[in-house]
Every structure is written in structure tokens, then in C-alpha cells.
């Protein structure tokens, strides 16, 4: 088991982590914001090294040694503290003895994303390393999403590789990382900033009106609550396919996560026989390089708002798509639980200005476990509350 942390400083939570926490506090137990999955390793692993290497990461990452300390501000809402020292088991789980070990071992994963975390002061994270024979292993990724994310998860595990390299190498890995904490300070100056007003007045100026939900809730009835099991559907494009969008994009002077999002734009407008979508899409909201070096919660969402005119040819509403989020960007930082306040969304029983996500990532991580060569698959937590299109590599 873990032993329990040793505290250090007490920092407040950021905006993104309090909407995380009041959210969380809402829906009880259930598993929204369990983030993760696993990472295949095709190689031999040795579990040993591997927990020693997993101790190192915790060392060199604080985010990974924050824990809820109660008793916070007035609305009650906990600081976070981070940790001096934390130590931790990596405990190896074998599958290989099973009928199918793969689809034995994804179920397992599947499982303990799924199970909460108790907020109460203990790590809000959990690694294993599940055998499926001895040159095939799966290294799970279990965090809840106050510490951690989606950018995060590909840091640390590309991180965790170099580690578990240098110690097969009989070398020293490298342990300096920036800390969490910086993070923590500039996210409260920015509040305090003329740049958050100028912000807050850009969102309300854009939602004087909402557009009507794309979807109606077909299942709180059902399950009595606001929060239904969801779904999980991953289809991956064939290279050539991609291409092809890679190449339609350089043709219209765009980039491929424009020519899918004015798709989804074009399908959406079509099929629900309207031109005004709001559509949320998460922004990294690291502002510098060194932020892209830390592992934290960062993300935050942009409510975009599209609006074209039917008959615009696609090059055309790609053009005007780019104007969007350029102007957009400028104010990306602006907390979409800030202007969800502002326009009255509770009293209209909506949770978001949006209710379809659209995320685009790029794997550009070349990791490998000594000489086994690894890759990361994140997971449904099964609780996913907004249909999102996910592109991950």
C-alpha cells in the first residue's frame, strides 16, 4: 500500500481543479473525472526496476504528490498540498496464465478506471504493470483529473520511459522538472489581471443569446440522475485517409484540425438543419515552454462559436473557421465555467454552452522501455458526459 505523504507547502486550487472539485462533489462517487488508460510495452519489463523507476517519476513530478488538504477557503473548497516525499507501490499483475490476456487485462484496466477516488488526503493516482507474457506488457494510467491532463499523461509517461532507461543503463536519470506550483501563482495573477475583464467581456459579447442544445438528454429520467453510463467508440482512419485531409487542408492554406472541425461543422449544420453551433474544445493553456515541461491539471475549455453562412464553398468556411479561433484564442484562457455563470445557464437547467467536445491531439512521443517500444491507449471511464471526437496519433 501507499505510505502516507509527508506534507509540504498549501497552495489554493486553480480555477480549472475548483470546477473540477465542486463538479465532482455534485455527482458523488461517480467516475467523471477519472482520466487514463493504459501503455503497451512491447518488450520485456522488469517489475522491480520498473517500481523504482515509478518512485523516481513521483520524485521528479509534484503534481504527482499533490493531496486535498481540507479546511480551505470560505466556500469551503480544500487547498491542495504538495508532498515532500511520497513512496509507492507499483504492484505487477499476471495475465499471461489466461484464456485471453489481452482482452483479460483491458477489462482490468476498463475496471479501475472506473473506480473513484476517495478525496481525502491520499494520492490521486495508481500505477500497475499488468503481465501478458513475458515480452508484452500493459502499464496503467490511473488519475483522477485534479492532478493531471490529457498533455500531462503523455509527459509523464514519456518521462517514466527515460527513467526506466537510464536505470537499465546502470545510469543516472535525469530528476529536474518544473514544479506545479508555478502554475498555481500565475493562474491567480491572471485573475487579477485587466486581461481576465477584457476576456470576460469578449465571451459575454459573443453569448448575448445561446444557441439551442444540438442534443436533448434522453436518460436522467431514467437513471434519476444527471449523470448516465456512457458509451465509448474509437475508429481509427487509415493512414491514407489521413493523408488525403493532411493534403485538403494544405490546398486551402488550413490545417487538418480545421478541415475536421468545419466536417463536424458541416455535418452538424446539415443534419440538425441549423448554422449556429457551440462547440467545446479544449486548450492546452500552458503559455510557455516550460510549462509544456510540467505535468499538471492545465487544460481549460473554449466555448467556440460557429456561425457561417450555408453557402459558403469549404475552402471559404475554413477561411472564415481560422478568423474564429484566431480572435478566439486571443481570450482562450477565460474560464468557461465563468461564463456559464454569467449567462444564467443553471437556472436553465444547462450545464455547458456546448454539449459536444472536440479534442485534437498529436502523439509525436517516441517512448521505449529500455528496448521495448511503447504506446499509450487512453480508455473511456464509462461516465464521459459530452459526445467528444478524440483524435489521438
Known amino acids: 500500500m501507499n505510505r502516507g505523504p509527508l506534507l509540504g507547502d498549501v497552495y489554493p486550487l486553480t480555477t480549472a481543479q475548483r470546477e473540477i472539485w465542486f463538479d465532482q462533489l455534485l455527482h458523488g462517487d461517480a467516475p467523471i473525472y477519472k482520466i487514463g488508460g493504459y501503455t503497451q510495452i512491447a518488450g520485456r519489463v522488469d517489475p522491480v526496476r520498473f517500481e523504482r523507476a515509478v518512485n523516481l517519476l513521483v520524485q521528479k513530478h509534484d503534481a504527482l504528490r499533490i493531496v486535498l488538504v481540507p479546511g480551505g477557503d470560505e466556500d469551503g473548497v480544500p487547498h491542495q498540498a504538495i508532498a ?25 484496466v476498463e ?7 476517495a478525496l481525502d488526503g491520499e494520492p490521486l493516482f495508481r500505477f500497475e504493470l499488468l503481465e501478458l507474457n513475458e515480452t508484452r506488457f500493459y502499464f496503467t494510467l490511473n488519475f483522477h483529473h485534479l492532478i493531471v491532463d490529457g498533455w500531462a499523461i503523455g509527459l509523464l509517461v514519456d518521462s517514466l520511459a527515460k527513467i526506466y532507461s537510464a536505470l537499465e543503463a546502470n545510469e543516472e ?10 502554475f498555481v501563482d500565475h493562474d491567480q495573477a491572471f485573475h487579477a489581471s485587466p486581461q481576465f475583464e477584457r476576456s470576460r467581456a469578449y465571451w459575454l459579447d459573443k453569448y448575448r443569446s445561446v444557441p439551442d442544445p444540438l442534443f436533448a438528454p434522453r436518460y436522467r429520467e431514467r437513471f434519476g440522475t444527471s449523470v448516465a453510463p456512457a458509451g465509448h467508440h474509437a475508429l481509427c482512419l487509415p493512414r491514407a485517409f489521413y493523408e488525403r485531409i493532411v493534403a485538403l487542408a494544405q490546398s486551402c492554406g488550413s490545417t487538418p484540425f480545421h478541415v475536421m472541425l468545419g466536417l463536424l461543422y458541416v455535418y452538424f449544420s446539415r443534419t440538425a438543419q441549423r448554422d449556429d453551433l457551440a462547440m467545446g474544445l479544449p486548450i492546452l493553456n500552458r503559455a510557455n515552454a516550460r510549462m509544456k515541461l510540467t505535468a499538471g491539471m492545465f487544460t481549460g475549455v473554449s466555448a467556440v462559436r460557429l456561425q457561417f453562412d450555408g453557402t459558403l464553398r469549404f475552402d471559404e468556411l475554413l477561411r472564415s473557421l481560422g478568423q474564429v479561433l484566431k480572435q478566439d484564442y486571443r481570450h482562450q484562457r477565460f474560464p468557461v465555467s465563468e461564463l456559464n455563470r454569467a449567462i444564467g445557464l443553471l437556472q436553465s437547467q444547462r450545464a455547458q454552452v456546448f454539449d459536444m467536445s472536440v479534442s485534437y491531439e498529436r502523439d509525436d512521443y517516441d517512448m521505449r ?25
Not at 536519470?173 to 508555478?182: M, T, W
Not at 522501455?369 to 464509462?382: E, L
Request: overall charge negative; glycine content about 4%.
Open 173 to 182: 536519470p535525469v530528476l529536474a522538472a518544473p514544479s506545479y506550483a508555478e
Open 84 to 108: 515532500k516525499t511520497l513512496t509507492v507501490e507499483a504492484p505487477l499483475r499476471d495475465f499471461s496464465a489466461t484464456d485471453d490476456p489481452a482482452a483479460d487485462a483491458l477489462a482490468w
Open 111 to 117: 475496471q479501475q478506471l472506473a473506480t473513484p477516488f
Open 369 to 393: 522501455f529500455g528496448d521495448g517500444v511503447a504506446q499509450i491507449n487512453m480508455c473511456s471511464n464509462g461516465h464521459e458526459q459530452l459526445p467528444c471526437l478524440f483524435r489521438a496519433r
